[in-house]
């Protein structure tokens, strides 16, 4: 047979994973693992053949599935092909027998893809053995949960369900990072999440593949990625990094500049913060000011569907320990000031409960997103003596991710259109709260440019005013960010 002819020698960590007993395992790798081959034998002969020998199951089901259906077609399904090219493929109905003479064993793969979220209700009738998700990443949660309540319903008498995940590197905020019991060493930070029961996975070395791949391949890769170092980092370095989905918001970013390689340290200035204080995703930035001209982002605070009251309190009580007796300056969305009726009568708004429930004193910000953006972007943009104007702490994991990528414009369809405005996801609420924070502080330059000695108001930020290069931006686009 032809299976038989073909030798496959899986890697180490692959064959650690081909002998892990776990009934859900993920394996992460970069580019040219061999991770999709791994997850191929497994499906298509480990498994069934364990089936058959442990449980004396002869016929499985298995669904292979992948998000695009060209990616399934012209990368998994072709790995499946080429290793087990003797099967029957079913073209209507998108799927392929294998048969084991000797051994009495058939196995049925279903090829099927979900690019749309709609498509999860092609998979609430099915019953299958087991799946495997190819670039798993990539395929929302709601359809991982609804295939876990589909496998191990084939055959009727079936005592186990398999679930195989391969991937190329998660960020650290994904919940494939989380889920996992590593069982090999993770090159990012280790997870502080409890793993989901019976999940394992197997993050492969770089370069563990090397002497199967075509000469140089690697350093190729490197070569035509120079430009995109956070590429090669997730793709060739196997790091954690972030699923880009749309066009990036900033150009300027870049992660070796402007993130910080140790924890930021405070030097006892003014604090400031920009708030996005407005629906139930709500986020706070903190920063300040180490020298003129220069801002480091110390903070992110961000929840999923926690009241205002609540995140507000919770972000005092963390930031009175870290930095007790600091000086606050803050800025919140302008929508956080509109009135609503109270409980019990009368009215009040989000800036309102804040300032009487948690002692903070926001300022609204600027409204208008474009003057916002473009203010990050000009700081991202500049040098101050040499070095970058702006720097994060690299605990602020949600902000870095969304610079890499995840803060995004939307691509309208497949037509290479994207949407004007970024797509509100997690991501979008960190960001939100550190333009408000900068455009005024930028703002703030040209109000003390225009009038040093003869300040209107309190502003609170002079020392970022107290810069050597005021000059504005060459761009005629930022005038907004200074205007009065």
Same mark, same amino acid.
Not at 171 to 187: G, N
Not at 309 to 333: I, L, S
């Given at each position: 047979?032809?299976?038989?002819?073909?030798?496959?020698?899986?890697?180490?960590?692959?064959?650690?994973?081909?002998?892990?007993?776990?009934?859900?395992?993920?394996?992460?790798?970069?580019?040219?693992?061999?991770?999709?081959?791994?997850?191929?034998?497994?499906?298509?002969?480990?498994?069934?053949?364990?089936?058959?020998?442990?449980?004396?199951?002869?016929?499985?089901?298995?669904?292979?599935?992948?998000?695009?259906?060209?990616?399934?077609?012209?990368?998994?399904?072709?790995?499946?092909?080429?290793?087990?090219?003797?099967?029957?493929?079913?073209?209507?109905?998108?799927?392929?027998?294998?048969?084991?003479?000797?051994?009495?064993?058939?196995?049925?793969?279903?090829?099927?893809?979900?690019?749309?979220?709609?498509?999860?209700?092609?998979?609430?009738?099915?019953?299958?053995?087991?799946?495997?998700?190819?670039?798993?990443?990539?395929?929302?949660?709601?359809?991982?949960?609804?295939?876990?309540?589909?496998?191990?319903?084939?055959?009727?008498?079936?005592?186990?369900?398999?679930?195989?995940?391969?991937?190329?590197?998660?960020?650290?905020?994904?919940?494939?990072?989380?889920?996992?019991?590593?069982?090999?060493?993770?090159?990012?930070?280790?997870?502080?999440?409890?793993?989901?029961?019976?999940?394992?996975?197997?993050?492969?070395?770089?370069?563990?593949?090397?002497?199967?791949?075509?000469?140089?391949?690697?350093?190729?890769?490197?070569?035509?990625?120079?430009?995109?170092?956070?590429?090669?980092?997730?793709?060739?370095?196997?790091?954690?990094?972030?699923?880009?989905?749309?066009?990036?918001?900033?150009?300027?970013?870049?992660?070796?500049?402007?993130?910080?390689?140790?924890?930021?340290?405070?030097?006892?200035?003014?604090?400031?913060?920009?708030?996005?204080?407005?629906?139930?995703?709500?986020?706070?930035?903190?920063?300040?000011?180490?020298?003129?001209?220069?801002?480091?982002?110390?903070?992110?605070?961000?929840?999923?569907?926690?009241?205002?009251?609540?995140?507000?309190?919770?972000?005092?009580?963390?930031?009175?320990?870290?930095?007790?007796?600091?000086?606050?300056?803050?800025?919140?969305?302008?929508?956080?000031?509109?009135?609503?009726?109270?409980?019990?009568?009368?009215?009040?708004?989000?800036?309102?409960?804040?300032?009487?429930?948690?002692?903070?004193?926001?300022?609204?910000?600027?409204?208008?997103?474009?003057?916002?953006?473009?203010?990050?972007?000009?700081?991202?943009?500049?040098?101050?003596?040499?070095?970058?104007?702006?720097?994060?702490?690299?605990?602020?994991?949600?902000?870095?991710?969304?610079?890499?990528?995840?803060?995004?414009?939307?691509?309208?369809?497949?037509?290479?259109?994207?949407?004007? $405005? #970024? %797509? !509100?996801?997690? =991501? *979008?609420? +960190?960001?939100? @709260?550190?333009?408000?924070?900068?455009?005024?502080?930028?703002?703030?330059?040209?109000?003390?440019?225009?009038?040093?000695?003869?300040?209107?108001?309190?502003?609170?930020?002079?020392?970022?005013?107290?810069?050597?290069?005021?000059? $504005? #931006? %060459? !761009?005629?686009? =930022? *005038?907004? +960010?200074?205007? @009065?």
């Amino acid at each position: 047979m032809a299976d038989e002819r073909i030798t496959y020698r899986p890697l180490p960590t692959l064959a650690a994973f081909h002998r892990h007993p776990g009934k859900i395992r993920c394996i992460v790798g970069p580019v040219g693992s061999g991770k999709t081959t791994a997850a191929a034998w497994e499906l298509c002969y480990y498994l069934p053949m364990l089936l058959a020998s442990q449980h004396g199951l002869k016929k499985s089901r298995w669904l292979i599935l992948r998000n695009t259906y060209p990616e399934l077609i012209d990368t998994t399904q072709k790995t499946v092909f080429d290793w087990f090219s003797w099967g029957e493929y079913r073209v209507q109905r998108k799927d392929y027998i294998l048969k084991y003479p000797k051994e009495g064993i058939e196995v049925e793969i279903l090829f099927r893809s979900c690019d749309n979220p709609k498509d999860v209700r092609h998979f609430k009738s099915l019953e299958l053995t087991g799946y495997w998700l190819d670039e798993s990443i990539e395929v929302g949660s709601d359809v991982k949960l609804m295939l876990k309540n589909r496998i191990g319903r084939y055959p009727k008498k079936c005592p186990v369900r398999y679930g195989i995940e391969t991937t190329n590197p998660p960020d650290v905020e994904d919940p494939t990072y989380t889920q996992f019991k590593w069982l090999t060493d993770v090159p990012g930070p280790i997870p502080t999440r409890q793993p989901l029961e019976d999940h394992f996975g197997f993050w492969q070395p770089a370069g563990e593949n090397t002497p199967n791949l075509p000469p140089n391949y690697y350093a190729a890769l490197i070569q035509d990625y120079a430009d995109n170092p956070d590429w090669a980092d997730r793709y060739i370095r196997g790091l954690p990094g972030i699923q880009v989905r749309g066009k990036n918001v900033y150009h300027n970013f870049a992660r070796k500049m402007h993130v910080a390689s140790d924890p930021l340290v405070f030097n006892g200035a003014k604090l400031y913060a920009g708030w996005d204080n407005t629906g139930n995703t709500p986020a706070c930035i903190v920063a300040y000011i180490p020298s003129p001209g220069i801002l480091h982002v110390l903070k992110e605070y961000h929840s999923e569907r926690m009241g205002i009251v609540d995140f507000a309190n919770y972000v005092v009580a963390d930031r009175n320990t870290r930095w007790p007796n600091a000086e606050w300056v803050e800025w919140g969305d302008p929508a956080g000031e509109a009135k609503f009726s109270r409980t019990g009568g009368g009215l009040t708004s989000n800036a309102e409960m804040m300032r009487d429930e948690a002692g903070i004193e926001l300022k609204p910000s600027e409204q208008n997103w474009e003057a916002r953006r473009e203010s990050v972007e000009y700081q991202l943009g500049r040098l101050s003596r040499g070095e970058p104007a702006f720097l994060i702490d690299p605990s602020c994991v949600r902000l870095i991710n969304g610079f890499m990528g995840g803060y995004c414009y939307k691509e309208i369809g497949t037509t290479g259109l994207y949407q004007d $405005k #970024p %797509e !509100k996801n997690k =991501y *979008s609420h +960190v960001h939100d @709260a550190l333009q408000y924070m900068v455009v005024m502080l930028l703002r703030n330059i040209g109000k003390h440019n225009r009038a040093r000695s003869s300040r209107t108001e309190d502003t609170g930020d002079v020392l970022f005013g107290n810069i050597a290069d005021r000059a $504005k #931006p %060459e !761009k005629s686009g =930022y *005038s907004e +960010v200074y205007a @009065a």
